[in-house]
C-alpha cells in the first residue's frame, strides 16, 4: 500500500513564526504535490515539485516555500505564518508517466495561527 | 485554464438510497481524465472512479457510477444503495492527458465539493 505521511495532524502557531510542514512518501513517486483546503474552495494547489530540488509554483504561492531534498519527502514551509494561512493542508504524491495517474493523499495538518 | 464546478454543497440521503453528486467543468481540451475522489471525516483522501475522456462507456466500481457527457461537459457519481461509511466530503477533479512535451506534470484542478451525509 502507498504511504504518504505528514509530521503532524494539528499544529498551532503564532503570528510571524516560521512554520515547517513536512510530508513523507514511501512509493518512490516522482511527482509531490501541496495543497491548501479551506471549506467552500475545495482544494487549491501551493506548490508542485517533479523531482528532487524541482518545484513549480501552483494558483497560491504567496507566503509559502517548499524544499525537497529527497526524492521521498517534500517540506512546505511558510516563512512568517499570518492568520489567513490557517488552514488544513494536504500532501499527495504520484508517479509521473503515461499510464499512470492517481495521487495519493497524506491525512492532512490542520494548521492555526493566533 | 480549465475549471470544476460542484454546484450542491451538502447534500443528504437515507441509507440504501440512491444519491447523485452533480459536477460540470469546462476546458478546451480534447483529451483528459476526470475523477471523484472521497474524504471521509477526519481520514485520508482516496479515489473513488475515475474516467478517461476517450472512453464512450461509463466507468463503474462496485456501487459506484458515473454518467460522463462530454458534449454537456457533465460528469455525475451515482452512489448505489448507500452505506454510512459513504459519508464523506465528494471532490470531483480533472486532469489533461499526459503529454510526453510535460514530461508527465499535468495536476489536478478540483471542484469545491459537496458534503455527503448518510442517514441511518
Known amino acids: 500500500d502507498v504511504k504518504v505521511t505528514q509530521s503532524s495532524r494539528y499544529l498551532v502557531k503564532r503570528t510571524g513564526e516560521k512554520v515547517f510542514l513536512e510530508c513523507v512518501q514511501d512509493m518512490d513517486h516522482e511527482n509531490m504535490f501541496w495543497y491548501r483546503q479551506d471549506p467552500g474552495l475545495g482544494l487549491r494547489l501551493i506548490y508542485f515539485?517533479?523531482?528532487?530540488?524541482?518545484?513549480e509554483k501552483g494558483d497560491i504561492p504567496e507566503g509559502y516555500s517548499v524544499s525537497r531534498e529527497k526524492k521521498e519527502r517534500f517540506s512546505l514551509i511558510l516563512e512568517s505564518a499570518s492568520t489567513n494561512q490557517t488552514s488544513m493542508y494536504l500532501c499527495?504524491?504520484?508517479?509521473?508517466?503515461?499510464?499512470?495517474?492517481?495521487?495519493?493523499f497524506g491525512p492532512g495538518t490542520r494548521l492555526t495561527v493566533t | 485554464a480549465q475549471t470544476v464546478t460542484q454546484s450542491q454543497p451538502e447534500m443528504s440521503v437515507q441509507e440504501a438510497e440512491t444519491v447523485t453528486l452533480s459536477c460540470t467543468y469546462d476546458?478546451?481540451?480534447?483529451?483528459?481524465?476526470l475523477f471523484w475522489y472521497k474524504q471521509p471525516p477526519s481520514r485520508q483522501m482516496i479515489l473513488v472512479i475515475r474516467q478517461e475522456a476517450y472512453k464512450q462507456q461509463n466507468a463503474t466500481e462496485n456501487r459506484f457510477s458515473v454518467n460522463f457527457q462530454k458534449a454537456a461537459k457533465s460528469f455525475s457519481l451515482k452512489i448505489s444503495d448507500s452505506q454510512l461509511g459513504d459519508t464523506a466530503m465528494y471532490f470531483c477533479a480533472f486532469m489533461k492527458s499526459f503529454e510526453i512535451s510535460n514530461f508527465g506534470n499535468e495536476k489536478l484542478t478540483f471542484g469545491t465539493g459537496t458534503r455527503l451525509t448518510i442517514i441511518p
Open positions: 515539485s517533479y523531482d528532487v530540488k524541482m518545484k
Open positions: 476546458t478546451s481540451e480534447n483529451n483528459y481524465y
Open positions: 499527495a504524491s504520484r508517479y509521473r508517466g503515461v499510464t499512470t495517474y492517481e495521487q495519493y
